[in-house]
């Protein structure tokens, strides 16, 4: 089975991939969202995985009251620097939350629906599973989205990436 300095390996790393595309990119282009129907920004996206590290790992494993506003993290904008201060404290609790974890015990709530998570239940350690699937997934997109960004800046004259 998996320990928990390896989960949190591979997990810190697509959240610092997310950040320091966030941090890369600035307030201008973290903000932008792609003419696609239903796309984000990367603020919005590191926003949303924020909320779901939280809440999976603090509410539904670690136990703490979260409050999250789904709909809202994909809506949120704005200045990056307190972005990145609370994706470095969220990053420091999830260190917390998978040390004190019980893998194979149930879940200490349960998931709205409307969150979307995996349709079965879940113990602990699936919960924390989920985190991961999240944290990977919207890297990936993420990269692409900055690839993007970066490029249609580049032709419009706006400063980008080097």
Same mark, same amino acid.
């Given at each position: 089975?998996?320990?928990?300095?390896?989960?949190?390996?591979?997990?810190?790393?697509?959240?610092?991939?997310?950040?320091?595309?966030?941090?890369?990119?600035?307030?201008?282009?973290?903000?932008?969202?792609?003419?696609?129907?239903?796309?984000?920004?990367?603020?919005?996206?590191?926003?949303?995985?924020?909320?779901?590290?939280?809440?999976?790992?603090?509410?539904?494993?670690?136990?703490?009251?979260?409050?999250?506003?789904?709909?809202?993290?994909?809506?949120?904008?704005?200045?990056?620097?307190?972005?990145?201060?609370?994706?470095?404290?969220?990053?420091?609790?999830?260190?917390?939350?998978?040390?004190?974890?019980?893998?194979?015990?149930?879940?200490?709530?349960?998931?709205?629906?409307?969150?979307?998570?995996?349709?079965?239940?879940?113990?602990?350690?699936?919960?924390?599973? /989920?985190?991961?699937?999240?944290?990977?997934? /919207?890297?990936?997109?993420?990269?692409?989205?900055?690839?993007?960004?970066?490029?249609?800046?580049?032709?419009?004259?706006?400063?980008?990436?080097?």
């Amino acid at each position: 089975m998996i320990d928990e300095d390896d989960y949190l390996y591979f997990a810190c790393r697509a959240l610092d991939g997310m950040t320091g595309i966030v941090a890369e990119l600035g307030d201008d282009l973290a903000n932008v969202r792609p003419p696609f129907p239903g796309a984000n920004s990367p603020h919005a996206l590191l926003t949303h995985c924020l909320g779901v590290v939280s809440y999976w790992a603090g509410a539904l494993v670690a136990g703490r009251e979260v409050a999250r506003d789904r709909d809202a993290e994909f809506a949120a904008a704005g200045p990056v620097g307190p972005l990145l201060e609370r994706a470095a404290a969220v990053r420091d609790r999830l260190a917390v939350d998978v040390r004190t974890a019980r893998p194979a015990e149930p879940l200490r709530g349960t998931p709205p629906a409307a969150f979307l998570g995996p349709a079965r239940e879940l113990t602990q350690g699936a919960a924390l599973l /989920h985190v991961y699937e999240e944290l990977a997934q /919207h890297h990936g997109q993420m990269e692409i989205l900055r690839d993007w960004i970066v490029a249609s800046a580049a032709g419009s004259g706006t400063k980008g990436r080097s």
